[in-house]
């Protein structure tokens, strides 16, 4: 079937109608048609053309992203380039036409065209697709039609800075879904100028532009979100995303109780999971039964719940830490035995910071999960390792030990784990690892050593002194050893003034290592992740060792 043929029969819109247009065409065949669509008498068609293009461009990132680089094969959107190496001067032609939906969907495309060649990889396979005249983008801002000035917001949000741009009365528009539309490509192009006139829209309840300005005000790190926030948690009817973003705001205007309300049964399932994240952040008095109760039972409410209690050690909570880490979670194996083991390894992490006698009598009677044997039985073995070395205790550095040969995960926090428990027979192994060909283990081990009541090798001096950065899909688990090996480093000291000294260059390294990659996290979409709650307790404790140590070199 020619694409013109199966376009006029299919009247795509969705994604999905476009992807099965790419299941029975190629992108060059598409491409060559394009122009034929472009000036076809049914409306639906030409605004297909731009429809096209957002779906081609969308699935190629995903694709480019996710094969470090390069499309699998030939790329649908590479097709489509080379098929009609004139495809934006079409577009640039619909936004002329008589038909709103028409330039709503060119304009969509330019929007996407413009975020996408933005990215160095995506830029290559659209050099053929030039945006030149930026013009009638803004021209079309001012479009008769609500549904054209969304569009054209989108477009005009990558479009360089301007402090002229006529974006101001779109704030102000009659139209709600405008106004939403207006909210980042006003930041975009004026950042803190529009500060004010967002906190008015984020504090009216009943605006539908009021999620998207607050969301711009914790982007924007405003002081004036908190408020915002506030209002709109108070305001009757707040959703998912306002809890969500009170996690990332700079600061708080509501009681941890008021958020925890949230974490009711009755509460539908979104609001109850955005609550106990927002409470990794915010948590504190009079959340802490909530918390638990959360816990209990054992959904994803209670991964992000067991993470605020590591944070803030509740005394109490050791039963329903425990049963978290040893009992079968059917609401959360229906769904994913990852959920199931984010729980585990968030309840085993709980009970290692709170420290009591029953927690340790808990946590060293938690099974360990076994790979590939269905539902995970207890936490990973590196998290229990981590785990026990919370306890800060010589008599579980067995135990330590003997979890620590699972795999490089383990033994790099196991490492610094054996280093907490203070136990000085467990040297040799550590001693050891500094000469491993992986570079984080030798530093970890080098931490761990200088934990010890033991003379500190020379190896281990040098690995202090150039430690290894930490990386995105561990750095849940590794930055949260090194803060906690810090942070001990800190109240013990070390005899050696040059260990301390390279320790504290450590820790300021590695809080901004962290901070870059949570503000990269942020960028993607990606900040609402289970590993991203922990690093409330990371920065946490960064600063007391960062504090600690300074005080120590006197720096």
């Not at 969705?14 to 060059?28: N, Q, T």
């Not at 925890?260 to 959340?287: D, M, Q, V, Y």
């Not at 109760?293 to 209670?302: C, N």
Request: hydrophobic share 50%; net charge neutral; proline share 6%.
């Amino acid at each position: 079937m020619k694409p013109i043929d199966w376009v006029v029969a299919a009247d795509p819109r969705a994604p999905e109608d476009v992807e099965e247009l790419a299941a029975v065409c190629s992108g060059a065949e598409v491409g060559r048609a394009l122009a034929a669509m472009a000036s076809h008498p049914a409306s639906t068609v030409r605004a297909a053309v731009g429809y096209i293009v957002v779906t081609a461009v969308e699935c190629a990132d995903a694709e480019v992203q996710s094969c470090g680089g390069q499309f699998d094969d030939q790329g649908w959107l590479e097709g489509l380039v080379v098929g009609a190496p004139e495809g934006s001067r079409e577009l640039y032609a619909l936004l002329d036409d008589p038909s709103a939906e028409v330039r709503a969907a060119a304009l969509m495309a330019f929007a996407a065209l413009l975020e996408a060649r933005a990215q160095p990889w995506m830029r290559r396979f659209l050099d053929a697709w030039t945006v030149d005249d930026v013009t009638p983008l803004w021209s079309a801002v001012g479009d008769a039609a609500p549904s054209v000035r969304v569009a054209a917001l989108a477009a005009v949000r990558h479009l360089p800075r301007e402090v002229d741009a006529p974006l101001r009365e779109r704030l102000d528009d009659p139209d709600a879904a405008v106004r939403e539309a207006a909210v980042p490509a006003a930041v975009a192009h004026w950042g803190r100028g529009v500060e004010e006139r967002l906190a008015a829209l984020a504090s009216d309840p009943g605006e539908r532009a009021g999620e998207a300005a607050a969301q711009a005000l914790v982007d924007l790190d405003s002081p004036r979100a908190a408020g915002a926030l506030a209002a709109r948690l108070r305001g009757g009817s707040p959703t998912e995303g306002v809890l969500t973003w009170l996690a990332e705001a700079p600061s708080c205007a509501v009681e941890p109780a008021e958020i925890a309300a949230f974490l009711a049964p009755a509460r539908p399932r979104e609001l109850r999971i955005a609550a106990a994240r927002a409470l990794t952040r915010w948590g504190g008095r009079g959340c802490e039964e909530a918390l638990v109760s959360a816990v209990r039972l054992g959904d994803h409410a209670a991964i992000y719940a067991a993470i605020a209690l590591a944070r803030r050690p509740t005394p109490g909570s050791e039963s329903a830490l425990a049963a978290a880490t040893r009992d079968p979670l059917p609401a959360l194996e229906r769904y994913s035995q990852s959920a199931v083991m984010m729980l585990r390894d968030a309840a085993a992490r709980a009970l290692g910071t709170l420290g009591t006698a029953e927690a340790r009598a808990r946590l060293l009677d938690a099974p360990v999960s076994t790979k590939g044997k269905g539902s995970p039985r207890g936490p990973h073995a590196k998290v229990l390792a981590q785990s026990l070395g919370f306890l800060a205790s010589a008599d579980v550095a067995l135990q330590i030990d003997r979890l620590i040969d699972a795999d490089i995960y383990a033994a790099r926090v196991g490492a610094v784990a054996l280093g907490l428990s203070g136990a000085a027979k467990h040297a040799p192994r550590l001693r050891k690892w500094l000469a491993h060909r992986d570079e984080r283990l030798r530093t970890h081990a080098a931490l761990g050593l200088a934990l010890l009541p033991v003379a500190l090798p020379r190896e281990a001096a040098r690995a202090l002194a150039s430690p290894a950065k930490p990386v995105a899909a561990t750095y849940e688990t590794e930055a949260l050893a090194v803060a906690a090996g810090m942070r001990r480093l800190a109240e013990r000291g070390h005899r050696d003034r040059a260990v301390l000294t390279a320790a504290l260059a450590w820790c300021r390294a590695h809080r901004l290592e962290v901070d870059a990659m949570v503000a990269c996290f942020r960028r993607r979409g990606r900040a609402s992740g289970y590993g991203m709650a922990y690093v409330w307790m990371i920065d946490d404790w960064l600063r007391e060792a960062t504090a600690g140590l300074e005080a120590r070199v006197g720096a």
